[in-house]
């Protein structure tokens, strides 16, 4: 009905038309606002430059920036300006003065500022489909009064009134404190913030405080600026997304790690895989995405924590065959910078991994890594709940790498509790036995069907991964520091033996 009703104006902006359900309502004016640096130059630009992809008239009237710094700001996103009408006005000392010129536009009754009427002449003659003012700060400089600066912005309102022309207003914020009057004005108001963290990139976020006419996705959206321009991740929505699937089981490929696991790793479905440093987490999960796509899936790994280099050598000396693609029969490997990448970009990156690449197996390694994306950390349990929702959803098999702090013993901590997110946990411990360190291997929990209780020993060599039979012969493996159980009991026949003599006797 919406789409039937309203004509769009698609923004050329990577995530934003999916935020506003299809782009900006057409023949509408709206507010742009964020701090200097925020990005809403690039933003403005990329609009009219997907405008003229759309064969419309594009003005750009600048109070703020000249010609030749707009256009040296677009070449260094590798664009050309060629197309779009640049409107120059430069105020004068005069304007900044603000005498009795500065009045509200009426076009009979009252006389116009000499800024004004240049902008409306200009938009007289050249009959833009779409427009970018820039920016309100230098408007509200000439106004010098608050009741003037909204007449103004009134009577621009009232201008474009049934001209066909979607208008894009930008403010710096430089007014104190926000501008709601402005903003009640506008037909919907984008705002864009950005934000230095302690360690890392600026976290640049956006969010649609106002959208007339139609819904939109509220909430903040993570966005970047690169050069190509800037892009926007939309808040992931893990009930949007879903498609029907087959649940079969993803096996290992290792007789006895899919033994542990009752067969195999069910299809939408999330599996935990936690323990110490070192015990082979990255390596297990490797190869189940190695087994998956030698049966035809393709794989996706995101690694946070060690090199793409790194992790190839690893899998090729331990025999885990990998063919890197990101087609059927293949593995994608991703090297992540924590310290680089949001929570929403990444999220992106999956959902591209899934939809356009067909991706059925997904590998985050690490969660730790992740944790270190994540700028607030009372979001994260939120938004790790939403991607493996929707990863579920679409039939993917997850696997959560996880590393605890601590060597051995039963006191080991998790970077932060999401067992109850993961629908299997797969637990591995180091213990001693012999005089040797070795590795041990279980499974906690599998909701979708049955598993091993017991616990294994896990070890890595050129051939990949083996497992013993299951340990029935050590009690408090888990501890580190495990007993022999046939001691055990040999100690306590001794003892029946020995009483029995005595009865006897």
Not at 106 to 130: G, M, S
Not at 136 to 150: C, F, G, K, V
Request: hydrophobic residues 40%; glycine residues 10%.
């Amino acid at each position: 009905m919406e789409k039937a009703t309203f004509e769009r104006s698609p923004t050329g902006v990577p995530g934003l038309d999916e935020i506003l359900h299809g782009g900006l309502l057409a023949g509408r004016l709206y507010l742009l606002d964020g701090n200097p640096g925020a990005g809403k130059t690039t933003l403005a630009l990329q609009y009219l430059l997907e405008g003229i992809r759309q064969g419309e008239r594009c003005l750009y009237v600048t109070l703020s920036e000249s010609r030749d710094e707009l256009i040296a700001g677009a070449r260094s996103h590798g664009w050309s300006l060629d197309g779009i009408e640049i409107l120059e006005l430069v105020s004068d000392d005069r304007d900044l003065i603000g005498d009795q010129d500065v009045t509200m536009y009426h076009p009979v009754e009252v006389e116009l500022t000499q800024t004004t009427r240049k902008v409306l002449d200009a938009v007289e003659r050249f009959r833009p489909a779409r427009m970018v003012f820039d920016s309100l700060s230098e408007l509200r400089l000439l106004a010098q009064t608050s009741l003037r600066y909204r007449r103004q912005i009134l009577a621009l309102k009232q201008f474009f009134i049934g001209r066909n022309c979607t208008v894009l207003l930008l403010d710096d914020r430089t007014a104190e404190g926000s501008d709601r009057q402005l903003q009640s004005i506008a037909h919907g108001v984008i705002s864009l913030d950005h934000r230095p963290p302690t360690y890392g990139s600026a976290l640049r976020q956006m969010h649609v405080v106002k959208f007339r006419g139609s819904d939109f996705r509220s909430g903040f959206h993570d966005l970047s600026i690169r050069h190509g321009g800037l892009e926007i991740y939309p808040r992931l929505a893990a009930s949007e997304h879903g498609s029907a699937f087959e649940r079969d089981m993803v096996a290992s490929g290792v007789a006895g790690l899919d033994a542990l696991m009752g067969g195999g790793i069910d299809r939408g479905t999330a599996t935990l895989i936690v323990g110490p440093p070192g015990t082979g987490k990255s390596t297990v999960a490797l190869q189940y995405a190695a087994a998956a796509a030698a049966q035809g899936d393709h794989a996706a790994i995101f690694a946070f924590e060690e090199t793409k280099a790194i992790l190839l050598a690893r899998a090729a000396g331990l025999g885990i065959r990998i063919r890197e693609g990101n087609g059927e029969g293949e593995v994608s490997v991703r090297q992540l910078d924590p310290a680089q990448i949001t929570p929403g970009e990444f999220a992106q990156l999956v959902r591209h991994a899934v939809e356009r690449d067909d991706a059925r197996i997904v590998v985050i390694d690490s969660l730790n890594g992740y944790l270190n994306a994540m700028p607030d950390d009372k979001s994260l349990m939120v938004q790790l709940r939403e991607l493996l929702s929707y990863l579920n959803n679409r039939g993917v098999a997850t696997f959560l790498v996880a590393a605890q702090s601590g060597l051995m013993g039963p006191n080991m901590r998790s970077p932060a509790d999401t067992s109850y997110l993961a629908d299997a946990v797969v637990m591995l411990r180091m213990f001693e036995h012999s005089g040797r360190v070795k590795k041990a291997i279980s499974t906690l929990k599998k909701r979708s069907g049955a598993h091993e209780e017991s616990i294994r020993q896990i070890w890595f060599d050129a051939d990949g991964i083996h497992l013993s039979e299951p340990l029935v012969a050590l009690r408090g493996v888990l501890t580190g520091v495990p007993s022999d159980e046939h001691a055990h009991e040999s100690h306590d026949q001794l003892n029946q033996r020995s009483h029995a003599r005595v009865d006897g006797a």
